[in-house]
């Protein structure tokens, strides 16, 4: 079955970076769309960044825009996240999202806990 794994999570500072990892198996990595996500507590999920099939296409919310950055390796079937400069209201469970056709599936989810 499909598996998304996340990884790379966990607690820094303000001004640090993190890159988090969405290993993907039992799917044909290069068909889809990937797509991350957040979800802040009590806050709604929202798109953090975006990357089209083919890799040629990316985009990032204007609130990470500059510091984060949508990669994928496909050799590795993984795609990552780049975090830098991060910020306390980085704080979130981050989410990859793997998209093509009428297929989509989640991953469970990273904690970034960015706290002095």
């Known amino acids: 079955q499909v598996q998304l794994v996340e990884s790379g999570g966990g607690l820094v500072q303000p001004g640090g970076s993190l890159r988090l990892s969405c290993e993907a198996a039992g799917l044909t990595f290069s068909l889809y769309a990937w797509r991350w996500y957040r979800q802040a507590p009590g806050k709604e999920r929202e798109l953090v960044a975006a990357m089209s099939s083919d890799g040629e296409s990316t985009d990032h919310v204007d609130s990470v825009k500059g510091r984060f950055t949508i990669s994928r390796d496909n050799a590795k079937n993984t795609v990552y996240l780049q975090m830098n400069s991060l910020k306390p209201e980085d704080t979130a469970v981050y989410y990859c999202?793997?998209?093509?056709?009428?297929?989509?599936?989640w991953g469970q989810g990273t904690q970034v806990t960015v706290s002095s």
């Open positions: 999202r793997a998209m093509w056709k009428s297929l989509d599936y």
